[in-house]
């Protein structure tokens, strides 16, 4: 067996999680292989789903409700800095930068929107329902979701769930996610918030009582939809015992909780499982923020290395669950091949309805049964486990709901989008049988949406990672070479220029059509441009230091005053709220 999750390690019983999570297949114990193998399939996979997302209309635009939801958990009147508006950008001066590089700017969706149709709208323009605002060359039937209804059984909060307001269309490749410049306070306290939904035991943000007795029949499961509960269950068992991944969560950080204060026993799985769901989604949006990113002082585009490393290599426990999310999604991606068999992609549009259907299938095709990515034979034992359903519906409901708190309108749409996809995935492992469709719940068009392009997140999250420690090993190559100074000038010339173009950041080769700016970076470096690089360098740091020392009075002024106001709510016996400044060194992105 093959297992990401279950084959004994043949060497230790705890590979140290880094150097599984880095050398696939240099180290033969079960986590590695199993890494390897993921990244075999993914690469097998990879192109499939990235035309799907890329090339059909049904799967490149996703509606959803941006702009009428307030944040319902905080704002600035209760003196919390949380709301939309605390985005805070990256760099201190933005006002000096050209708008298009703002934060501000770079967080706004692109390309053309469309309001959701009413239902008599819809009946009267069947074939052209949203009136060609998305472009005269989009097939609208296979882009407006025509059931309004809401189902009892969704993971995350429907995103037509209100009368009124439906939600706008918009394209979901016309706005990649990448780089924003969304960070600072707000952004931390929404990731905050959501590891905050990972404390099972306390409920809060009005979620509902989370789980259910272990009696009760839970939603009337069916043998094989408990099957697939019980799956999810010992995958995790089987993952935490045998991998080390305890450890390696334990060692991992969640916003405000520190995650070795968590109960890691049998009975807090669902704890665990919610917890690399999250850190999994959190992990693949940084590798696209790290990916794509904006020098906002150049305004190139560029992988980012030290980004990627100080997020992502530095902390294999959140590459790990990636890898998880990876294994779920793609599972719950091919127990639907039944369910799509039958189902209508475009009901006007017959030529694009039976190309998507081709696609999709094509994926489900490919993709191996589900106990080459989860061993069946390890699992069914605890009935328990189907608690999950209802604890997950909930907590991933609220993880929904803080997304209308997040400050960029693109993070807002993939966070949200993703969301949903991780909902939808579980709603499949537990509500859908793999081989009789009849009973399936329905599965809306945002749903089937969120979950694929969910997984070719995820899927270019892992492309991106193995390209990302190609540059780490090319840098460390080059840091060899240069130190044994071993090869004759031309050899060692190019693996130094190599490391440094690692250490900038500059990809060798992408391989994927979606990263043409990158590519332009790639050419050996003249001795002549590595002095400019050096001299640009140099003078921004020096522009940094002055810019900091002229910043200095108002920077006191404002701690100042902060720290007059914290003391006054303590005086008058009002919550102090947290301290909003720290003294560090900064980081070389912030130069
Ligand atoms: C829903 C959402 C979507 C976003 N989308 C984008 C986007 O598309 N583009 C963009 O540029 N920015 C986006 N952001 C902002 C981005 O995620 C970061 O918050 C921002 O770049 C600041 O990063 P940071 O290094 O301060 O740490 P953050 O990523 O904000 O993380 C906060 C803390 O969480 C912990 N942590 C980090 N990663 C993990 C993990 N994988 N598992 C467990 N714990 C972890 C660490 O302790 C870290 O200090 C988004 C934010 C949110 C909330």
């Known amino acids: 067996s093959s297992q990401l999750h279950t084959k004994e390690p043949t060497k230790s019983a705890d590979p140290p999680p880094n150097v599984c999570a880095f050398e696939p297949g240099a180290i033969v114990s079960d986590a590695c292989a199993s890494y390897s193998q993921v990244e075999d399939l993914n690469e097998s996979l990879r192109p499939f789903v990235h035309d799907i997302t890329q090339n059909t ?91 309004d209804e809401c189902d009892e059984r969704d993971y995350c909060v429907p995103e037509d769930e209100s009368a009124t307001a439906k939600g706008d269309y918009v394209s979901l490749v016309d706005n990649p996610e990448r780089f924003t410049g969304y960070t600072g306070e707000g952004a931390h306290q929404v990731w905050e918030a959501i590891y905050r939904e990972n404390c099972f035991s306390t409920p809060h943000l009005n979620a509902k009582p989370l789980s259910a007795p272990p009696s009760s029949p839970f939603g009337g499961f069916t043998g094989a939809q408990a099957q697939a509960a019980m799956d999810l269950r010992h995958v995790m068992k089987e993952q935490q015992e045998k991998q080390g991944v305890k450890k390696a969560i334990a060692q991992g950080s969640a916003p405000a909780h520190p995650i070795s204060d968590l109960e890691f026993e049998d009975e807090c799985l669902e704890k665990r499982v919610f917890y690399r769901v999250i850190s999994g989604m959190h992990a693949s949006i940084s590798t696209h923020l790290c990916w794509e990113w904006l020098n906002q002082t150049t305004g190139e585009w560029q992988p980012n290395l030290s980004c990627y490393e100080n997020r992502l290599h530095n902390h294999p426990e959140r590459i790990s669950n990636l890898y998880f999310n990876y294994a779920l999604v793609l599972r719950a991606v091919g127990k639907l091949k039944q369910h799509v068999q039958s189902y209508s992609f475009c009901s006007s549009d017959p030529i694009q309805d039976r190309e998507t259907k081709r696609r999709v299938l094509a994926l489900a095709a490919a993709i191996p049964p589900g106990e080459q990515i989860f061993d069946e034979s390890v699992m069914f034992r605890d009935p328990d486990a189907l608690t999950l359903k209802e604890d997950f519906r909930n907590r991933f409901r609220n993880v929904s709901r803080i997304m209308d708190c997040v400050g960029c309108d693109k993070c807002r749409l993939w966070g949200k989008l993703q969301t949903a996809g991780y909902g939808t995935a579980l709603k499949v492992l537990f509500e859908f049988n793999e081989t009789d469709a009849s009973s399936d719940p329905p599965l809306r068009r945002t749903e089937l949406v969120a979950l694929v392009n969910t997984l070719d997140r995820i899927s270019h999250s892992i492309s991106v990672i193995q390209k990302f420690r190609a540059m780490v090993e090319q840098r460390e190559a080059g840091k060899v070479a240069a130190a044994h100074g071993a090869a004759g000038g031309k050899v060692r010339g190019t693996a130094e220029v190599r490391g440094k173009k690692a250490e900038r950041g500059v990809a060798e080769d992408d391989g994927y059509p979606e990263a043409p700016k990158q590519r332009r970076q790639i050419h050996e470096q003249t001795l002549s441009e590595a002095f400019w690089d050096e001299w640009y360098r140099v003078w921004r740091t020096f522009a940094y230091v002055i810019r900091s020392w002229f910043n200095i009075p108002g920077k006191v002024l404002e701690i100042l005053l902060e720290e007059t106001n914290r003391l006054y709510s303590f005086w008058l016996g009002l919550p102090v709220g947290p301290r909003k400044w720290e003294i560090r060194l900064p980081s070389r992105d912030e130069i």
């Open 57 to 147: 209309d049904f799967f490149s635009y996703y509606r959803l409700n941006l702009y009428n939801k307030k944040c319902p958990f905080w704002s600035d009147e209760n003196g919390i800095c949380g709301n939309r508006a605390c985005a805070v950008n990256t760099l201190d001066n933005e006002e000096d930068i050209p708008l298009v590089w703002r934060a501000e700017e770079l967080g706004k969706l692109e390309g053309p929107k469309a309001h959701h149709p009413g239902k008599r709208l819809q009946e009267e323009r069947k074939a052209r329902p949203l009136q060609g605002e998305l472009g005269e060359d989009v097939g609208e039937s296979c882009v407006v979701e025509y059931d």
